[in-house]
């Protein structure tokens, strides 16, 4: 009896126009990529690109060399200094080079040398001096010449004990800073001469080359866009009347010319301001013109293209 019925009320909702339940609403909108850019973070020439539009890319992959000719003379430059740095802090460390603590050990033998000659002659002078054989002067005179030549070592012992000491914790202490200061402008260099050769950030297919090889690319504008996998969208828009009644996370059926059937839109984005209308008045007459931008998260999205256009419904 109930099949019957609703043949009948089909029946005539096929003559009379209007009679019957109102279709369920539909929301219009498009579809839309989320792309990966690839930038170089400093201007330069592009030597090569690696890719073509449409190709298959894997993250990490070499995508555009850029000319590196001013970075490799800076890392150049950098590892010199950093190499400076180490030699002076190693010097400071391990006191006077063994040449110039040679030369002092050399006139230590000569001072032993002269003070033992001094000696002797001391001894004999005073032995003759008790003979009455010089006069006093002379003892004294080989006196003061004893004295000078145990001065002297005194002198070269106190210089070969400082060639031995490494250096004062200040000295030490600003030569370990100019080390970390030239280790940190070598990191430096490096990273830029890293960046004058642009890596795939992601997996993904290449969308859009935006530069030929041979031209300048500017500093943080792209050259080239990814499109990972599963990165499409829904955009569509709602209508005043019907905004209230949506909330994260909703689902709705997409239907496109050429689509699969059985695809599924989870809302993720409602504006809050209305889209896309021209200047009117906020009367309630004119409230119908007004729209609210949404997204929605696709499921599957195998064989969709940006730009196509869509319909939405309400999920059953």
Known sequence: MSSLRDTFLALIATVIPGFGPDAPPVYNGYLEADYVHVAPLGAGRILAIEAAEGDSVAEGQVLVTLEDTSQTAQMRAALAGVAV????????????????????RASMRKAEADRTLAQSTLTRSAQLLAQGRVPPAQVDQDRATLASAEAQIDQLTAQLEVAQLPARDAQRVAAEAALDGARAEADLAQSALDDRTLLAPVGGSIERIYYEAGEVAASGVPVLSILPPGQIKAVFFLPEAGRSGFALGDQLTLGCDGCASGIRATITRLESDPQYTPPILYSRDERARLVFRAEARLTPVEGLLPGQPITLQRAP
């Not at 030699?87 to 603590?101: D, F, K, Y």
């Open 85 to 104: 740095a180490e030699a002076n802090l190693q010097n400071l460390q391990t006191g006077s080079r063994e040449a110039e603590i040679a030369v002092i």
